[in-house]
């Protein structure tokens, strides 16, 4: 019986580690930065229109940013969001200066299906990391980034498949912010595990 239980247990922890995402409520380490509620985690910095409406975070109309209070150094970020084909927005990471927040001081991962320049496009990291055809489109459909920042190496990863994988040393650590820069943006979730 007791043989029975530790191979159940140890098939329950063999599927989670396989999925790659814990069940909800777990003990797992990640920390949610949106969950469908407040938006406790962040400050509002510029002048977009931030809101909760049905568990969703959405943006109309911008500049601006929701950045974290807390800084984040090497992690893993899940988000799930939606835009409309000519959108504006982005995930910077490692922030420099909270209160002004720029792809010159942070690593933007780019929301930007319409971008003049598509190889910095959606899934790119402005000015560090291209992308390259066919280039990634989010405009239209719910769609996931996975982000892990780990020492100098970053990598993205935009529904189930990597746009970037680059080395780069200039920012180590800071807090993350959400971008609204023009167009309708959603998040219906955004979390992170540290370290």
Known sequence: ???????AAGASV?????SGCATPGANDGWIPLFDGGTLDAFDRLGEADWRVAGGVLEATRGPGFLVTRR??????????????TK?????????????KVTAANAYEVNIWDARKDPTYGTGAVVDFAKVSEPFPKAGGRWSTFDITARGRRIT???NGQRTVDFEDGKFAAGP?????????????????LPG
Do not use: H, P
């Open 71 to 84: 800084s984040f150094g090497d992690f893993r970020l899940q988000a799930e969001f939606y835009v409309e």
């Open 87 to 99: 959108t504006n927005s982005g995930i910077f990471i490692r922030c420099q200066d909270a209160r």
């Open 1 to 7: 019986m007791k043989r029975r239980n530790l191979l």
């Open 176 to 192: 993350i912010a959400l971008q609204s820069g023009g167009g309708l943006v959603r998040f219906r979730s955004v979390r992170i």
């Open 156 to 158: 993205v990863i935009f």
């Open 14 to 18: 063999a599927t989670l580690t396989l």
